[in-house]
């Protein structure tokens, strides 16, 4: 969200590596996170349908920053706009995971309904 912001193009070029490394890392840390919380059963299915959500990015950012590019008065201007959109919703969505994605707690539901969850890797104690 600050890049539109920042003083010189060299402090640009460092955010927006930085930015682009740790989002390349959700994808994942997503599918441990889902491996861990969901039942052997539907493990599976729950990564396809995730993997699937995540590339569907592919598809509409093109079309979605084309079209905020566009309706804005000057490229730059359009530009700076849907690099801010994306940034807060990357924020707001990161703010929501931290705050509801619990691994350990949704591996004891499981357990507790009879269903097999995989052990933590052995040294990894929690």
């Given at each position: 969200?600050?890049?539109?912001?920042?003083?010189?193009?060299?402090?640009?070029?460092?955010?927006?590596?930085?930015?682009?490394?740790?989002?390349?890392?959700?994808?994942?840390?997503?599918?441990?996170?889902?491996?861990?919380?969901?039942?052997?059963?539907?493990?599976?299915?729950?990564?396809a349908i995730g993997t699937a959500f995540?590339?569907?990015?592919?598809?509409?950012?093109?079309?979605?920053?084309?079209?905020?590019?566009?309706?804005?008065?000057?490229?730059?201007?359009?530009?700076?706009?849907?690099?801010?959109?994306?940034?807060?919703?990357?924020?707001?969505?990161?703010?929501?995971?931290?705050?509801?994605?619990?691994?350990?707690?949704?591996?004891?539901?499981?357990?507790?309904?009879?269903?097999?969850?995989?052990?933590p890797a052995p040294g990894l104690a929690?």
């Amino acid at each position: 969200m600050a890049v539109p912001y920042l003083p010189t193009r060299e402090v640009v070029i460092v955010v927006w590596m930085l930015g682009s490394t740790l989002a390349a890392v959700i994808a994942v840390i997503s599918q441990a996170v889902v491996s861990e919380c969901v039942p052997f059963a539907q493990r599976g299915a729950v990564l396809a349908i995730g993997t699937a959500f995540m590339t569907s990015a592919g598809v509409l950012a093109p079309y979605v920053m084309g079209e905020i590019v566009e309706e804005a008065a000057t490229p730059v201007e359009g530009f700076f706009r849907g690099y801010t959109i994306i940034g807060a919703i990357m924020f707001t969505g990161g703010l929501i995971a931290m705050l509801f994605i619990r691994p350990e707690r949704e591996a004891e539901r499981v357990c507790q309904n009879g269903m097999r969850v995989p052990l933590p890797a052995p040294g990894l104690a929690r």
